[in-house]
T-cell receptor
Framework: KAGVTQTPRYLIKTRGQQVTLSCSPI?????VSWYQQTPGQGLQFLFE???????NKGNFPGRFSGRQFSNSRSEMNVSTLELGDSALYLC????????????FGPGTRLTVT | AQKVTQAQTEISVVEKEDVTLDCVYE???????LFWYKQPPSGELVFLIR??????QNEISGRYSWNFQKSTSSFNFTITASQVVDSAVYFC?????????????FGAGTTVTVRA
């Protein structure tokens, strides 16, 4: 079974721009979560989607948004990029909602200049 | 609120030494799940183990073993006879059921360096 895939793997953007990251979960998995990893804040939860509905959201500003499609693929969008948004963005999928192991993708490394 | 504390920031050992990573958690949930993940230099988080709060049995998988003690809110991880390939950042994480909030709360991670 193919693992979680994320595209693109690397991205360089300028302050003020917006960016869209994509995540394809493991086949059959319906839950997709997004996490931000930075040296200063560590791994922080962004949001979780299940069956195209956002089930949970972390403490991030409204510039961070996401969605999930009927095939369970998910995208996250960050608008009006700030330098502090530079991070590794990790997507994880799980077969069901709630307490089960989440399998992570390789991440998208976003650099904002 | 959920909190995971990994007191050790970095551990350096020589190959074949045993290494134990500490993890202490806080939660108000009565049902919760504990995890360990490994993050090699490539960046991808690799799932190692999941434990639910009702299962306090210790587990061994090859050179890896886990000690879950509810009385001390700890879920420690031991690598026996470490190898260079074990060099990575290891994260302990917690997920609870309160308010259907299953997000993973991660500890800060412990960087393990195994020297040949």
């Amino acid at each position: 079974k193919a693992g979680v895939t994320q595209t693109p793997r690397y991205l360089i953007k300028t302050r003020g721009q917006q960016v869209t990251l994509s995540c394809s979960p493991i086949s059959g998995h319906r839950s997709v979560s997004w996490y931000q990893q930075t040296p200063g804040q560590g791994l922080q939860f962004l949001f979780e989607y299940f069956s195209e509905t956002q089930r949970n959201k972390g403490n991030f500003p409204g510039r961070f948004s996401g969605r999930q499609f009927s095939n369970s693929r998910s995208e996250m969008n960050v608008s009006t990029l700030e330098l502090g948004d530079s991070a590794l963005y990790l997507c994880a999928s799980s077969s069901v909602l709630g307490g089960h192991e989440q399998y992570f993708g390789p991440g998208t490394r976003l650099t904002v200049t | 609120a959920q909190k995971v504390t990994q007191a050790q920031t970095e551990i350096s050992v020589v190959e074949k030494e045993d290494v134990t990573l500490d993890c202490v958690y806080e939660t108000r949930d009565t049902t919760y799940y504990l995890f360990w993940y490994k993050q090699p230099p490539s960046g991808e988080l690799v799932f190692l183990i999941r434990r639910n709060s009702f299962d306090e049995q210790n587990e061994i998988s090859g050179r890896y073993s886990w000690n879950f003690q509810k009385s001390t809110s700890s879920f420690n991880f031991t690598i026996t006879a470490s190898q260079v390939v074990d060099s990575a950042v290891y994260f302990c994480a917690l997920s609870g059921e309160l308010y259907n909030d299953y997000k993973l709360s991660f500890g800060a991670g412990t960087t393990v360096t195994v020297r040949a």
